[in-house]
């Protein structure tokens, strides 16, 4: 961002502590080359997710044993829930909590390894299974409010940026108060506004379109406050970038830069924030789906968390980050096809 | 990333494009009036800390008297905002909710900093094999989004005022240490430096005269914008019935208790709630604000 | 030069008159400029920054920006009125009728696009072509600006070329539909010497086969090699127009003089180049050599040493075979300086030439002690410095001192001039107030500043005026060697020519020595006695600065030599 447009007469001895222009050594090996840094690129990156996950197991195995008290009983939902001896016998059996705490963590990875997230304690359910069936609820409604706050950011950003600037300070003070806005405060007004005023949509989210509208705009406003204030930014930058002058010199109308180059550098952050976004949707998920009454994984970890259904939230905990690393991965692989800065780092 | 490095970013993108376009006087832009947005997040500023400090001056009427006849009544000229189940003043209670709530926000947002100190200087200043340690580790809080990790922790201490903000501030933490990572390592390869060693100081006035304030400075901006946001996430978590719990007049603790009445009596919930989006709102342009200063002083 | 196109009586290809263009209601930042240009012919506006330049060149274009408000008396293209056109009009115009090239090409074209794409974007704007043939008339294009591998070169992103590959392909896009009026707005600043000469060249051919070309400048000797007429601009106005020779040779107007004054190539050692009074015969002398004048020095004289008497002493820094590698990214091993040696006397300024990647601040650094070299030595004063462990060079840190290009970056952000300059003279230790403002006072007078900067803080101070306090904290512990990383690279000329002047004054009155690095050729071969070219990490010949100019044995050398540009025909 620095220096554009001034008058930069240092740029080529600024330049000169830094390596060789990309170019440069880039030509030798040509496309084995790059095919081969792509490749070291995928490789390193599959590594470090894999680690990442060892690591979340491994924290969450031990962290459950800080929990004050018989961890058969943490497991059983802790000592008010006057587990009987034999249910407590049999969660040492099955959890091995009789054997030495490596012999435990070592069996706790080796069941996760295929997939075994072991047995609810208040739902007596595979805790696999449960997750299954909870999971395509959540992604629907965590996919269709991406969708909705992109386009909701998407056209905030442009409209603000478009104009004088009353629809400056309008676009960007709605971005602020809605990045600014709790999911359970959304939820209430519009359930308000939309279900007990207008009678329009369901206050709870009964299967079909209907009881989507809902929870979907209320995951959505806050994460197009987010979005929509990255996006503003990177377009201003974009607009006033040295390349958006020599499209206009080409003879490039107004309409043309901005769909030729600046909606594509407006979009390239926003990707770059999926992971966080990520995050943001399940946080929300929970309190949606709660207010809501909808079932998800969100609703199932809330219910899990209060519960105290250790092998339950253990459970949602290692899906959520698993889920967390592979978008992460996927987002930088995504932004490195997009940008071809990002390969040079 | 996190909600807190996202509003960082955006905080300083906003300067610094101001900046690129002022050129060497663009200093001058720190001297410029406040805007409509910012009078008005300074005016809802002076309201929430007059709130806290003399709530009585500012909503005289007892928070706490019952008055079982004056129930679920709407808002109304008597009781601006209505009142609860009990009879009492919602504005009232409101208003002295003002005070436990921003304490919390702060108490969260000073744990969340202060674990992000220890982490991110630590990163960056005790060499290649923290660093490498501190980074994994980051890595793999970052692997808990959102509220996953304050959830995991309340599962392990159990529910409660207590551990719901201390929730919030470790789950935060990771976040704020990314940054003062990042800020610190900046500095330390800053020309300032290296101009300072140049002059012959050691490094422990290069660190105490010229890293340390540098890497600090920006934490006041970072805590302003995080306070709001640990409002909202307290606030959320209270909603959710593993924070605040009823009787305190505590804004999170008043959604809780509302809760059940939504579509009875909107607004026992909408008014706290309309506080806390008050406090993160003027706490973000607070912050953004602040965030100019030190830049275009800097 | 082919001054007889412009007088020989063809139509002007552009012809401005009394052009005035100002920013809401601020003073016209263009004020009342007139100029034409015919077929051919190559007109270089010249200028120092805010001089008003760019902006005549975006206005000719429809691009001066939404709250600009244009008057002229005429302004005409091709005897085509440009007044008032609509968006539409103009777009018709910008690219077919009117070529840009900008500065940065890194910046001016797409990153996230290719350039192949970026070049073909004008031919979908103006004409009905099919992509195809858009394709091939692109690599057309590419090949008549000199690209090595245009099918290769067309699919990459400019991030992925060289600086001046990068260049050419912008030239491409901007000559696209042969428009008869090209714009060059500083096309060479970013590029090394040698790849300018070859930009220059190109520009040089396309103005043979019949463009017209507004070239923007700062850079009298660019301007000398290529254009016909000269236009000297400042404050919005023309000062003075004429062709090359006239302009630059005889020039008419105090400005222009100043100017031409200030460009250090081919100066002398020793010249002045600015109108500036030594800041010695100023007022505050006595303060001044009270704050500077090295106590008890042996060797540092009032009077510059001499080369003869330099050559005499000892050498005061001295590398031995340095030799630093660094990691690059993939992992692979760069040296980026190799078995170099020099020795820098007292008095005596040794001038390091190279272009960017050559090693000149890697090697700066080692000379600092900022980095340790892997193999070779770093001798002050005749005892070791590199090997050292820092804590037992701090003690010696007060005989060197450094001026970077970005004074502005090497200051705490935090601190006022007067503490930045305060702790410098300190030497570390916590200084009685009122001694130090005094000091302070002498210290500012000797680099031209006065006290009233104390209190403001570098970001508010002018380009010029930044360096200057760099240079006085480079001077607070009363250094014997200064290292001057570019340290005028930012600066405009006439700022620049103030620079280099008070180095001189200073080195003459406190036998300091420089180590001066430069990419530019010029102002090296001004300021040095000695003088170092790097190329790839070696130092690929040393010598006295007149014998290595007037007599090249390196053909890196030599290469340089022919490719910078010079004030004299």
């Known amino acids: ?345 | 990333m996190s909600d807190l490095e996202v509003s960082a970013r955006l905080a300083r993108s906003g300067v610094e494009r101001r900046r690129a376009r002022g050129g060497p006087g663009g200093g001058r832009a720190a001297r410029r009036l406040p805007g409509a947005g910012e009078s008005a997040a300074a005016l809802v500023l002076l309201f929430l800390i007059a709130s806290a400090l003399v709530p009585q001056v500012v909503a005289p009427v007892d928070p706490l008297a019952i008055s079982p006849l004056e129930a679920f009544r709407p808002p109304s000229a008597a009781h601006p905002f209505g009142t609860d189940e009990s009879g009492r003043d919602i504005f009232s209670r409101v208003v002295h909710g003002t005070g436990p709530s921003l304490l919390l926000g702060i108490a969260a947002t000073l744990i969340g900093l202060a674990g992000g100190v220890v982490l991110g200087t630590a990163a960056g200043m005790l060499g290649r094999v923290v660093d490498f340690g501190v980074n994994r580790l980051l890595e793999v809080l970052f692997a808990f989004p959102g509220l996953l990790l304050a959830l995991f922790f309340i599962v392990i201490f159990g529910p409660g005022i207590v551990t719901a903000t201390i929730a919030v501030g470790v789950s935060t933490a990771p976040g704020y240490a990314r940054i003062i990572r990042g800020q610190l390592l900046t500095v330390r390869r800053s020309a300032y430096v290296e101009a300072a060693t140049v002059l012959g100081r050691g490094r422990w006035r290069v660190l105490v005269r010229h890293i340390l304030p540098n890497t600090l400075a920006p934490l006041f901006v970072l805590g302003t914008l995080g306070v709001g946001q640990a409002i909202v996430w307290a606030a959320s978590l209270s909603y959710l019935g593993l924070g605040a719990v009823p009787p305190a007049a505590e804004w999170g603790a008043m959604l809780a208790a509302g809760r059940t009445y939504i579509s009875t009596a909107w607004w026992l919930t909408f008014f706290p709630g309309l506080f806390i989006v008050l406090t993160a709102t003027a706490t973000t342009v607070l912050g953004r604000r602040l965030q100019q200063r030190v830049r275009e002083q800097g | 030069m082919s001054g007889a196109a412009a007088a020989g009586g063809t139509e002007p290809v552009l012809r401005i008159s009394g052009l005035r263009v100002a920013f809401g209601s601020g003073t016209p930042v263009v004020d009342g400029v007139s100029l034409s240009i015919a077929p051919g012919e190559c007109l270089a506006l010249v200028g120092e920054s805010g001089s008003g330049k760019s902006v005549t060149a975006r206005t000719v274009l429809g691009l001066a920006g939404e709250r600009a408000t244009v008057t002229a008396d005429a302004l005409e293209l091709r005897g085509r009125s440009l007044l008032g056109l609509s968006d539409r009009a103009w777009r018709g115009i910008r690219g077919r009728e009117v070529g840009l090239i900008l500065q940065d090409a890194l910046a001016s074209l797409d990153p996230l696009r290719p350039v192949g794409r970026e070049i073909a974007d004008a031919l979908r704007l103006h004409t009905p072509l099919p992509p195809r043939q858009r394709g091939d008339w692109v690599l057309d294009l590419l090949r008549s600006v000199g690209m090595p591998e245009p099918e290769l070169r067309a699919r990459q992103r400019s991030g992925e070329l060289s600086g001046g590959l990068r260049q050419r392909a912008l030239i491409a896009s901007a000559i696209a539909l042969d428009p008869p009026l090209l714009i060059a707005d500083e096309p060479t600043t970013a590029l090394d010497t040698t790849v300018q000469a070859r930009i220059l060249d190109l520009l040089g051919e396309l103005r043979a086969a019949g463009t017209a070309i507004l070239l923007i400048s700062h850079d009298l000797a660019v301007v000398r090699g290529i254009a016909d007429r000269v236009a000297v601009m400042a404050e919005g106005r023309i000062v003075e127009t004429g062709s090359v020779a006239d302009v630059l040779e005889r020039p008419r107007e105090e400005y222009t003089r100043r100017l031409v004054r200030a460009v250090p190539a081919g100066k002398p050692r020793g010249e002045r180049l600015s109108a500036d009074a030594r800041p010695s015969d100023a007022t505050d002398a006595r303060g001044a050599s009270g704050a500077l004048d090295t106590p008890g020095a042996s060797v540092a004289v009032s009077a510059r040493a001499r080369p003869a008497e330099a050559a005499a002493s000892a050498p005061l820094l001295t590398g031995h075979g340095l030799t630093r590698a660094f990691r690059g990214p993939d992992g692979s091993r760069r040296l980026a300086v190799q078995d170099a040696s020099f020795e820098l006397r007292a008095g005596e300024t040794l001038g390091l030439v190279g272009e960017s990647g050559s090693g000149k601040t890697t090697l700066a650094r080692l000379a600092l002690g900022l980095l340790e070299p892997d193999t070779g030595t770093v001798e002050l004063d005749g005892r070791p410095w590199s090997p050292l462990p820092e804590r037992e060079r701090r003690t010696r840190r007060s005989l060197v001192g450094a001026v970077y290009q970005d004074p502005l970056a090497s200051f705490d952000p935090r601190l006022s001039v007067g503490r930045i300059l305060a702790d410098a003279l300190s030497g570390g230790r916590h200084a009685r107030p009122a001694r130090v403002s005094d000091e302070l006072v002498s210290l500012l007078a000797s680099v031209g500043l006065p006290p009233s900067v104390l209190a403001r803080r570098p970001l508010h101070l002018s380009g010029g005026q930044r360096q200057r306090v760099a240079i006085a904290r480079a001077l607070a512990p009363r250094p014997r060697v200064l290292i001057c990383d570019e340290p005028v690279s930012a600066l405009d000329v006439s700022v620049q020519a103030q620079v280099l002047d008070l180095l001189d004054d200073l080195q003459e009155r406190l036998g300091l020595a420089y180590l001066f690095i430069s990419h530019d050729l010029g102002v090296i071969g001004h300021v040095s006695d000695q003088v170092a070219v790097m190329s790839e990490g070696r130092i690929v010949e040393t010598g006295p600065t007149a014998d290595v100019l007037a007599a090249p044995r390196h053909p890196f050398t030599r290469a340089l030599l022919a490719a910078a540009p010079t004030l004299s025909a």
């Open chain 1, 1 to 345: 961002m620095s220096g554009v447009g001034a008058p930069d007469r240092g740029s080529a001895a600024a330049a000169a502590p830094g390596p060789a222009p990309a170019g440069g050594r880039g030509r030798g090996p040509g496309d084995a080359g790059r095919i081969g840094a792509a490749a070291r690129w995928w490789a390193s990156r599959v590594a470090g997710a894999a680690f990442v996950l060892w690591a979340v197991a491994t924290l969450t195995f031990f962290a459950i044993r800080l929990i004050p008290g018989d961890p058969a009983e943490a497991i059983l939902g802790g000592p008010g829930s006057q587990a009987s001896d034999e249910a407590l016998a049999a969660v040492r059996a099955e959890y091995g909590l009789d054997q030495p705490i490596a012999v435990q963590y070592v069996r706790q990875l080796g069941r996760l390894a295929v997939g075994d997230l072991g047995t609810s304690y208040s739902l007596r359910e595979d805790v696999a299974a449960l997750l299954g069936a909870q999971l395509p609820g959540t992604l629907l409604l965590a996919v269709l409010a991406l969708a909705v706050a992109w386009l909701l950011a998407l056209a905030l950003a442009t409209w603000s940026t478009r104009g004088g600037r009353v629809s400056a300070a309008v676009g960007s003070g709605l971005e602020v108060i809605a990045a600014a806005l709790p999911h359970f405060w959304i939820a209430i007004v519009l359930i308000l506004v939309f279900s007990t005023g207008l009678g329009w949509f369901p206050p709870i989210s009964t299967p079909g379109v209907a009881g989507l509208v809902l929870p979907v705009v209320t995951l959505a406003i806050p994460l197009a406050g987010f979005l929509g204030q990255v996006m503003r930014e990177s377009l201003l930058d974009a607009l006033e970038a040295p390349f958006t002058v020599s499209a206009r010199a080409r003879g490039e109308s107004e309409a043309g830069v901005r769909q030729v180059h600046v909606l594509r550098h407006a979009a390239l952050p926003a990707v770059s924030l999926s992971g966080w976004a990520f995050g943001f949707l399940v946080s929300g998920a929970v309190v949606v789906e709660t207010i809501f009454a909808r079932p998800g994984l969100g609703r199932t970890l809330l219910n899990a968390v209060t519960l105290r259904d250790i092998p339950l939230v253990l459970g949602v905990v290692l899906v959520v980050a698993a889920a967390y690393i592979v978008v992460t991965l996927l987002t930088d692989a995504a932004q490195r096809l997009l940008d071809p800065r990002t390969r040079a780092a």
